[in-house]
């Protein structure tokens, strides 16, 4: 049996999956239930803000109450399950799994809950490749931060830091990486949006097929 010496965490929508989630339909929603409750100015600019970002935001205020985050991860949650019940796997996903797997343990860290993850990577045939699925519920903060990081690397203390690995599509996954002290290995995503929120890359990856030669570099 081949030794597991690598970490590698991925994030989910539009990595391994081909997110069907309306983002900015989520932030919206977000973005009204706070001016509701008195949460935020209504000129705030919400589309700059990731919806976690905002649902931070709100909690800052200092306004929240438990009713309110209730409700408003409720208007999250049903966004993302509407958006995961039609989602498809990222093209060579499957074989890059399963070449990887005896490599590394293979992890997932989504923003979203965790059970909405495990039922979209069961429903697309991939959740028996992983070890180990972690969403918000095991995070003390959402990505951007590395609080899920952390944790998923606790999971595993025998693998040092060098060879833990994020892939991820977005800024906020970089951003998570890099102050989690690891590599971050972008597929596709914002080059752009990337270098401005200061997220520098340790490689680019265009297609899943290329992922295993860049790991085991």
């Given at each position: 049996?081949?030794?597991?010496r690598?970490g590698?965490?991925f994030?989910?929508?539009?990595?391994?999956?081909?997110?069907?989630i309306?983002?900015?339909?989520?932030k919206?929603?977000?973005?009204?239930?706070?001016?509701?409750?008195?949460?935020c100015?209504?000129?705030?600019?919400?589309?700059d803000?990731?919806?976690?970002?905002?649902?931070?935001?709100a909690?800052?205020s200092?306004?929240?109450?438990?009713?309110?985050?209730?409700?408003?991860?409720?208007?999250v949650?049903?966004?993302?399950?509407?958006?995961?019940?039609?989602?498809?796997?990222?093209p060579?996903?499957?074989?890059?799994?399963?070449?990887?797997h005896?490599?590394?343990?293979?992890t997932?860290?989504?923003?979203?809950a965790?059970?909405?993850?495990?039922e979209a990577?069961?429903?697309?045939?991939?959740a028996?490749?992983?070890d180990y699925?972690?969403?918000?519920?095991?995070?003390?903060?959402?990505?951007?931060?590395?609080?899920g990081?952390l944790?998923?690397?606790n999971?595993?203390p025998?693998?040092?830091?060098?060879?833990?690995?994020?892939?991820?599509?977005?800024?906020?996954?970089?951003?998570?990486?890099q102050d989690?002290?690891?590599?971050?290995?972008?597929?596709r995503?914002?080059?752009?949006?990337?270098?401005?929120?200061?997220?520098?890359?340790?490689?680019?990856?265009r297609?899943?097929?290329?992922?295993?030669?860049?790991?085991?570099d």
């Open positions: 049996m081949i030794e597991k690598y590698i965490i994030d989910m929508d539009n990595t391994l999956l081909q997110s069907r309306d983002f900015g339909g989520m919206k929603a977000v973005f009204e239930e706070m001016v509701v409750r008195g949460l100015a209504a000129d705030l600019a919400w589309r803000h990731t919806a976690s970002q905002l649902i931070e935001l909690r800052e200092g306004k929240m109450t438990q009713e309110a985050e209730t409700v408003i991860w409720g208007a949650e049903r966004f993302e399950r509407e958006g995961m019940h039609e989602a498809i796997l990222e060579h996903v499957p074989d890059m799994l399963a070449d990887l005896e490599h590394g343990y293979l997932v860290l989504t923003n979203n965790r059970s909405a993850a495990v990577l069961t429903r697309t045939g991939i028996h490749y992983f699925i972690a969403g918000r519920e095991q995070m003390t903060a959402l990505k951007p931060s590395p609080s990081i944790y998923v690397q999971q595993y025998h693998v040092p830091g060098e060879r833990w690995i994020f892939i991820g599509d977005s800024w906020i996954d970089g951003k998570a990486a989690g002290g690891i590599r971050f290995f972008a597929y995503g914002d080059v752009e949006e990337m270098e401005r929120r200061g997220v520098r890359p340790h490689v680019h990856i297609h899943m097929k290329e992922l295993a030669g860049h790991v085991r």
